[in-house]
């Protein structure tokens, strides 16, 4: 199976804990995106990547979180001091930049429970 | 700010019947719209997508149509299979022109159930 993979898929943690998450796009996909997604939600922008550039930011993503997309392959999400309120599903998934549509491929996700 | 709407949180459906899932939206810079379908524990799959210079898409029993007008799209499933039963998403993107216009966004979901 070549598609998107995440790891771990639960992760439970301790408040102020910190967690690192990681993602492993399809391998021809050169943008990598990261949403989360709560309770009776849709899942919701955090951040972006073409290759290895991070073009783009949410206003959710608070100084507690970083990402990155090392060489353009994989990528790692990392939240430090984790709250109660981070506590949701986190996607990941990624595209490949040609005159098409925008169709995000996602995987099955990291639920992250803080407890 | 809901950019993107899905009025309603579930609906049920015979098997066989048509499956009619709406959603609005109404930021006027989306030029793509999408349609996923989620399983519990599972990331969203794919289904069929649209560009705002087409008004329908369709693949197999899966078709989409936008009104650019009313700002409004639909997914119709016909006949509806009880395997359709899952949560339903719509998306909106932006032109691919515009940096950072590519983030998906998406309604709140549709909880289809489809009853023998």
């Known amino acids: 199976d070549t598609g998107v993979s995440q790891d771990p898929r639960h992760k439970i943690t301790k408040r102020g804990q910190n967690v690192t998450f990681r993602c492993d796009p399809i391998?021809?996909?050169?943008?990598l995106y990261w949403y989360r997604q709560t309770l009776g939600q849709g899942p919701e922008f955090l951040t972006y990547?073409?290759?290895?550039?991070?073009?783009?930011k949410s206003r959710l993503l608070s100084d507690r979180f970083s990402a990155e997309r090392p060489k353009g392959s994989f990528s790692t999400l990392e939240i430090q001091r984790t709250e109660q309120g981070d506590s949701a599903m986190y996607l990941c998934?990624?595209?490949?930049?040609?005159?098409?549509?925008?169709?995000?491929?996602f995987g099955p996700g990291t639920r992250l429970t803080v407890t | 700010d809901q950019q993107v709407k899905q009025n309603s949180p579930s609906l049920s459906v015979q098997e066989g019947r048509i499956s009619i899932l709406n959603c609005d939206y109404t930021n006027s810079m989306f030029d793509y719209f999408l349609w996923y379908k989620k399983y519990p524990a599972e990331g969203p799959t794919f289904l069929i997508s649209i560009s705002s210079i087409k008004d329908k898409n369709e693949d197999g029993r899966f078709t989409v149509f936008l009104n650019k007008s009313a700002k409004h799209l639909s997914l119709h499933i016909v006949p509806s299979q009880p395997g359709d039963s899952a949560v339903y998403f719509c998306?909106?993107?932006?032109?691919?022109?515009?940096?950072?216009?590519?983030?998906?966004?998406f309604g709140q979901g549709t909880r289809l159930t489809i009853n023998p």
């Open positions: 998306a909106a993107s932006g032109s691919k022109r515009i940096q950072g216009a590519q983030k998906l966004v």
């Open positions: 990547f073409q290759n290895e550039a991070q073009l783009e």
């Open positions: 998934a990624s595209s490949v930049l040609r005159d098409s549509l925008n169709e995000q491929y």
């Open positions: 391998s021809e996909h050169n943008r």
